[in-house]
């Protein structure tokens, strides 16, 4: 069984929005998902705040095409009661990662939260890695 990551939304709109220098590592984990060498999952937050960045850049067509694309390639996990509860609790500075923090939590099979803001999980339990740092583990 392919190992999971749990993909932070910069990552993903990295790829949608095609933001350089940072796309081509995006995309690149894309394709590691579609060949199967792993498994990467998302929070329902991350959907929708992609959602509607996707909106406000393109249009509303574009982001459901770009959400329907998503769900062919990503597991989303839900966000609950106990997941916002928890973040309030974590300590982080952001709510929002805090959030994601405790839905990756939710999953023992990730091995790792994947990200180019690694700071913003300074105090995560669970491994925090830069997309570069992935695709260095699949050379």
């Known amino acids: 069984m392919a ?5 932070d939304s910069d990552v993903i709109l990295d790829a949608l929005l095609d933001r ?4 081509a590592n995006a995309r690149n984990i894309f394709k590691l998902v579609a ?7 998302c929070s329902s937050i991350i959907v929708t705040n992609v959602f509607y960045l996707v909106k406000k850049q393109f249009n509303s067509n574009r982001a459901y095409s770009s959400i329907d694309k998503l ?6 996990l839900p966000v609950g009661e106990l997941e916002i509860k928890n973040s ?4 982080f500075s952001d709510f929002e990662d805090g959030i994601q923090h405790q839905v990756a939590l939710q999953n023992p099979a990730i091995k790792a939260i994947v990200t ?3 700071k913003d ?5 669970i491994v925090v890695i830069t997309p570069a ?7």
């Open 133 to 139: 740092e992935l695709l260095a583990l699949f050379k």
């Open 35 to 41: 060949s199967r060498e792993i498994e990467v999952l």
């Open 116 to 118: 180019r803001n690694t």
């Open 88 to 91: 309030i609790k974590s300590g």
């Open 20 to 23: 350089e220098p940072f796309a």
């Open 71 to 76: 769900l062919g390639y990503f597991k989303v």
């Open 3 to 7: 190992s999971s990551f749990f993909i």
């Open 121 to 125: 999980y300074r105090l995560s339990t």
